[in-house]
């Protein structure tokens, strides 16, 4: 059973307040996409220090209208973003702290983006 818990580590998610209470999980194609997001900008600013793709997703991020808060967060709050139990944690908080449902911002701007003119 144990390595039944270890191989769907990626699957399973902390319920409650008790340790050992995990529910199996799955992503919802919102999630998917902005966990996806987060990781690749993680990659493209930490590890590629490529300003050029950075900007490319944050763009993304911006004509998707997803959250730039709920991203920066799950960059900075989570440690393993290849672990969707992790991700899942660190959104979770994000959304509770935030009334419960992601606020989306539905200007067509986006602060965090540097201009083409810079």
């Known amino acids: 059973m144990i390595r039944d818990l270890i191989s769907n580590k990626s699957e399973l998610r902390y319920q409650g307040k008790s340790p050992g209470k995990f ?12 966990f996806d ?3 690749q900008l993680v990659h493209a600013q930490f590890c590629l220090a490529d300003d050029e793709l950075t900007n490319r997703l944050w763009r ?8 730039e808060k709920r991203i920066i967060n799950l960059m900075y709050k ?7 139990q992790s991700m899942c944690e660190a959104d979770e908080l994000f959304i509770t702290f ?10 067509s701007g986006n602060s965090l983006i540097k201009s083409s003119g810079a």
């Not at 989570?78 to 969707?84: G, K, L, R």
């Open 23 to 34: 529910l199996e999980v799955g992503l919802t194609s919102e999630q998917e996409m902005i």
């Open 37 to 39: 997001l987060a990781r």
């Open 60 to 67: 993304e991020v911006a004509d998707r209208k997803i959250d």
């Open 78 to 84: 989570c440690s393993f973003h290849e672990d969707n």
């Open 98 to 107: 935030r009334g419960g449902i992601p606020r989306r911002k539905y200007s």
